[in-house]
């Protein structure tokens, strides 16, 4: 079956480390996105990537890198630049330039702070 | 600036009712999606809707799209507890165009009880 795989589930950062959440799509998709989500709040985009080695900034990129070398895979860096990174990060993909088809979501990863 | 507000963010419903969810944007899109959250878990697509007046059912939920009042619905019918979950509504930021980035309502959260 094709998805959406995140790692860790949880993850656990220590002051000044850098941390780093895979995201992992065997459907073929060329976007993909990164997502924040605070308890009780709506997503809000962190990095998103239309097409391999290529990436643009969201709404919230201060603190966070990604990189787009192939097209199944979109791993996002927490650094420790990010004061505040504790949260559920979501990985999305869909298919460019097809507005019926929703954008699929992985499990989600944890965050927190040591 | 594209902002989606929901209303209520909080609904506790008695089973058997029926209530709508109400989604209001801010500036011109003709793109809508709905998406459920159970706790702690991801989000889940449920319905797409493409253009003025769509309308799309499932189940117990039926969706809605006014592209003219920038209004979305979902409404529920005859709730169970099954339904309780955080309900989402994401709005396509590119009017007009191929499929853009998506801007989230803060949530509904659902309570059905018995």
């Known amino acids: 079956d094709g998805g959406i795989t995140q790692s860790p589930k949880y993850l656990f950062r220590k002051e000044g480390q850098n941390v780093t959440l895979s995201c992992e799509q065997n459907?073929?998709?060329?976007?993909m996105y990164w997502y924040r989500q605070d308890p009780g709040q709506g997503l809000r985009l962190i990095y998103y990537?239309?097409?391999?080695?290529?990436?643009q900034k969201g709404d919230i990129a201060e603190g966070y890198s990604v990189s787009r070398e192939k097209k199944e895979s979109f791993p996002l860096t927490v650094t420790s630049a990010q004061k505040n990174p504790t949260a559920f990060y979501l990985c999305?993909?869909?298919?460019?330039?097809?507005?019926?088809?929703?954008?699929?979501f992985g499990d989600g990863t944890r965050l927190s702070i040591l | 600036e594209l902002k989606v507000e929901q209303n209520p963010l909080f609904l506790s419903m008695q089973e058997g009712k029926n209530y709508t969810i109400y989604c209001n944007y801010s500036?011109?899109?003709?793109?809508l999606y709905w998406y459920r959250q159970d706790p702690g878990k991801s989000l889940e697509s449920l319905f797409v809707l493409l253009s003025n007046g769509a309308v799309k059912q499932e189940g117990r939920l039926m969706a809605s799209l006014d592209t003219k009042a920038r209004l979305s619905t979902l409404h529920i019918t005859a709730a169970v507890h099954d339904l309780s979950a955080t309900y989402f509504c994401a709005v396509d930021m590119n009017y007009g165009g191929s499929q853009g980035n998506l801007i989230f309502g803060k949530g509904t959260k659902l309570s059905v009880k018995p």
């Open positions: 500036t011109t899109s003709d793109r």
């Open positions: 999305a993909s869909s298919i460019t330039g097809e507005s019926n088809q929703p954008q699929h």
């Open positions: 990537s239309q097409i391999v080695n290529d990436f």
């Open positions: 459907l073929n998709h060329d976007a």
